[in-house]
């Protein structure tokens, strides 16, 4: 809006500023990876969270890009593309994982 010195005043059409975000990524870590699934097919979605250069810690669980895939699960559980967890068979008493990058 524009105030003018006679009193009049004029509309203008929003505006919607560009803004890019510059901060960097400088960890990544997945907020809810300790879940223990108690039968076969329980679902967990995994939280990522990523802290950037400026300390802002943003959720990724959802975001372009983040890729999710699973090692030494095939008969634990299974990881879909979006990041849910859907527990298979019992597991054994040794390290598994699940990652998002």
């Not at 979605?45 to 895939?69: F, I, P, W």
């Not at 967890?85 to 699940?98: C, E, V, W, Y």
């Amino acid at each position: 809006m524009a105030f003018y010195d006679d009193g009049r005043t004029a509309l203008s059409a929003p505006v919607s500023p560009a803004l890019e975000i510059m901060a960097a990524l400088t960890s990544l870590s997945v907020v809810n990876g300790s879940v223990v699934l108690q039968r076969p097919g329980i679902k967990q979605q995994l939280l990522v969270g990523g802290t950037n250069s400026d300390g802002v810690l943003r959720n990724l669980t959802h975001t372009a890009g983040t890729e999710y895939a699973a090692t030494n699960l095939a008969s634990v559980a299974t990881v879909s593309p979006s990041g849910e967890i859907t527990a298979g068979g019992q597991g054994a008493p040794r390290s598994r994982s699940a990652t998002a990058r």
